[in-house]
């Protein structure tokens, strides 16, 4: 079992920057292929971003490529996402996802979830 508890989400104006992080915790949440889902409203979950077990492999959505960096921190068991030149169309409730046999952008693949964090960005 994983835990997943994500933070910093928030209000910014279009061009700002947010750092969301998702701190996992349980017995196998060292190894374990992390990303970042979002969600807007009337709108299906979409992929993001994610990396692998060993924060090497990194895959992101061609929407956020450029703008958005997916990092991890091993020790801490914690991954962030550093999200610069904020558009409106990146407001949406952001989920972090564990759990995937390998680094997908299929939401199906992923066992475990964080209750989300909103980002908004206001033009």
């Known amino acids: 079992q994983v835990q997943l508890v994500e933070s910093g989400g928030g209000l910014v104006q279009a061009g700002g920057s947010l750092r969301l992080s998702c701190a996992a915790s349980?017995?196998?949440?060292?190894?374990?292929?992390m990303g970042w889902f979002r969600q807007a409203p009337g709108k299906e979950r979409e992929f993001v971003v994610v990396?692998?077990?060993?924060?090497?492999?990194?895959r992101y959505a061609n929407s956020v490529k450029g703008r958005f960096t997916i990092s991890k921190d091993s020790a801490k068991n914690t991954v962030y996402l550093q999200m610069n030149s904020l558009k409106p169309e990146d407001t949406a409730v952001y989920y972090c996802?564990?759990?995937?046999?390998?680094?997908?952008?299929?939401?199906?693949?992923?066992?475990?979830w964080g209750q989300g964090t909103q980002v908004t960005v206001s033009s």
């Open positions: 996802a564990a759990g995937s046999n390998y680094a997908t952008n299929n939401v199906d693949q992923y066992k475990y």
């Open positions: 349980g017995s196998t949440s060292s190894s374990v292929v």
């Open positions: 990396i692998g077990r060993r924060g090497i492999s990194k």
